[in-house]
């Protein structure tokens, strides 16, 4: 597992089984230069400016000091995603200004199976694009065991041939920024104009979180099958707007 690790200090850390990159808050990256690690910490204290060469990673976290990330490299290993899931009316152009929104474009395709849930993700940021082939297997309505391996292009055409006929490609617009320390993904969908889905990771479904002022939530859609991915594809576009309110 490959993971970065980004302070206004200095920091000097090893994982058994990690493989740990160090930058500080005011070394310049982009996309192309972050795609390679699997998870990214924002260590406290950290500046603006780490917010701005970090945010639209994939699996970005902000924690409060070195001493926590013994806890999280742990949990990364277990591959247990916990994510809670709003409907939301999407937000004006402002809102994304404000809160240095960084937004990609996704294309998911889901796989035939025998078991979990199986895509392949097309992630384009700017001009780097990354490939994941992702198997889920969900736990709860809020839990869900993954399997996540970066692909080359050639191989993501290659699974593509496997796809679900029964499903559409899923596609969106991510934004994601950070609000008080928790990283927040806005996924805007090609198939509604008004609403849009808000989602965060944590440790637990009881964990506590406080989103934006401007946020309008329609409703809490976590435990609502109809609104996870895979669920999304397999809607004919004329009946989301009458089966999903």
Same mark, same amino acid.
């Given at each position: 597992?490959?993971?970065?690790?980004?302070?206004?200090?200095?920091?000097?850390?090893?994982?058994?089984?990690?493989?740990?990159?160090?930058?500080?808050?005011?070394?310049?990256?982009?996309?192309?230069?972050?795609?390679?690690?699997?998870?990214?910490?924002?260590?406290? +204290?950290?500046?603006?400016?780490?917010?701005?060469?970090?945010?639209?990673? +994939?699996?970005?976290?902000?924690?409060?000091?070195?001493?926590?990330?013994?806890?999280?490299?742990?949990?990364?290993?277990?591959?247990?995603?916990?994510?809670?899931?709003?409907?939301?009316?999407? +937000?004006?152009?402002?809102?994304?200004?404000?809160?240095?929104?960084?937004?990609?474009?996704?294309?998911?395709?889901?796989?035939?199976?025998?078991?979990?849930?199986?895509?392949?993700?097309?992630?384009?940021?700017?001009?780097?694009?990354?490939?994941?082939?992702?198997?889920?297997?969900?736990?709860?309505?809020?839990?869900?065991?993954?399997?996540?391996?970066?692909?080359?292009?050639?191989?993501?055409?290659?699974?593509?041939?496997?796809?679900?006929?029964?499903?559409?490609?899923?596609?969106?617009?991510?934004?994601?920024?950070?609000?008080?320390?928790?990283?927040?993904?806005?996924?805007?969908?090609?198939?509604?104009?008004?609403?849009?889905?808000?989602?965060?990771?944590?440790?637990?479904?009881?964990?506590?979180?406080?989103? +934006?002022?401007?946020?309008?939530?329609?409703?809490?859609?976590?435990?609502?099958?109809?609104?996870?991915?895979?669920?999304?594809?397999?809607?004919?576009?004329?009946?989301?707007?009458?089966?999903?309110?």
């Amino acid at each position: 597992m490959n993971i970065a690790l980004i302070s206004d200090n200095k920091i000097q850390y090893s994982f058994q089984g990690c493989d740990i990159t160090c930058y500080t808050s005011a070394q310049e990256v982009k996309p192309k230069d972050w795609v390679c690690y699997d998870a990214a910490f924002l260590v406290h +204290p950290f500046s603006e400016k780490a917010l701005d060469f970090w945010t639209g990673h +994939p699996h970005l976290r902000c924690i409060d000091g070195i001493n926590a990330l013994d806890n999280e490299i742990d949990y990364l290993f277990t591959g247990i995603e916990c994510e809670i899931k709003l409907l939301i009316k999407i +937000p004006n152009e402002s809102f994304f200004k404000k809160y240095r929104a960084f937004k990609c474009e996704i294309e998911q395709v889901y796989l035939k199976g025998d078991g979990g849930s199986h895509r392949v993700r097309k992630r384009t940021m700017g001009d780097t694009v990354n490939y994941v082939e992702t198997v889920k297997m969900r736990i709860s309505s809020a839990v869900s065991k993954e399997y996540e391996n970066t692909i080359s292009e050639y191989e993501y055409n290659e699974l593509l041939k496997r796809s679900d006929k029964t499903k559409h490609p899923i596609y969106k617009s991510r934004y994601c920024f950070i609000y008080k320390r928790q990283y927040y993904e806005l996924d805007i969908y090609d198939f509604w104009s008004d609403r849009a889905t808000l989602e965060l990771e944590m440790k637990s479904e009881n964990e506590s979180y406080e989103l +934006p002022p401007e946020i309008e939530v329609i409703k809490d859609v976590t435990d609502d099958k109809r609104y996870k991915n895979n669920k999304l594809a397999g809607i004919n576009y004329e009946d989301y707007n009458t089966e999903l309110l």
